[in-house]
T-cell receptor, first 113, second 113 residues
């Protein structure tokens, strides 16, 4: 089954404790992206990647890092989480140039206390 | 820069009534337009999309949307709402595949019995 898988689905952590949210897709998609969803603000793009070893900032990249060492994986790293990063996070992937339908993961609800 | 506005944060309709959710976008060229639905605790599901051609597009679950270039709008409609349609709806615009999507703030739909 074609899917985008995020882990964990729920996470509560403390300020300053580094964490990683994983994202994996099994569709051989070139493009992957991370969004955060906050009430009234919709989804805002954090980082995106157009291919292996190619990443770029989205609209709200501060406080986040990403890496794309393999095509299927695109982890989101919070080196020193803060309470304002409490949010619902979505990973998405796209097949590549000319394809514009994004596939989304189920989301990761992160709470930073 | 592209942007999307969903003027209605909350909408309540009675079951069986018609529905229209508004979406206005700002983009310099012909956009790719999408409507996504998010049920409580779920990820995003694509309802429909517009690339080009016929400005009235049909989607899943009985939804349709009409692209009006002169009004920069892409409103979502359904002739008869079901209780299971209660969810949050997001309009999104995309420039091209690699640049991913810009989302509106979302409209939360509640359905009265």
């Amino acid at each position: 089954e074609a899917q985008v898988t995020q882990n964990p689905r729920y996470l509560i952590t403390v300020t300053g404790k580094k964490l990683t949210v994983t994202c994996s897709q099994n569709m051989n998609h070139e493009y992957m992206s991370w969004y955060r969803q906050d009430p009234g603000l919709g989804l805002r793009q954090i980082y995106y990647s157009m291919n292996v070893e190619v990443t770029d900032k989205g609209d709200v990249p501060e406080g986040y890092k990403v890496s794309r060492k393999e095509k299927r994986n695109f982890p989101l790293i919070l080196e020193s989480p803060s309470p304002n990063q409490t949010s619902l996070y979505f990973c998405a992937s796209l097949p590549g140039t000319g394809a514009i339908e994004a596939f989304f993961g189920q989301g990761t609800r992160l709470t930073v206390v | 820069a592209q942007s999307v506005t969903q003027p209605d944060i909350h909408i309540t309709v009675s079951e069986g009534a018609s529905l229209e959710l508004r979406c206005n976008y700002s983009y310099g060229a012909t956009p790719y337009l999408f409507w996504y639905v998010q049920s409580p605790g779920q990820g995003l599901q694509l309802l429909l999309k517009y690339f080009s051609g016929d400005t009235l597009v049909q989607g899943i679950k009985g939804f349709e949307a009409e692209f009006k270039r002169s009004q920069s709008s892409f409103n979502l409609r359904k002739p008869s709402v079901h209780w299971s349609d209660a969810a949050e709806y997001f309009c999104a615009v995309g420039a091209w595949a690699g640049n991913m999507l810009t989302f509106g703030g979302g409209t939360r739909l509640m359905v009265k019995p």
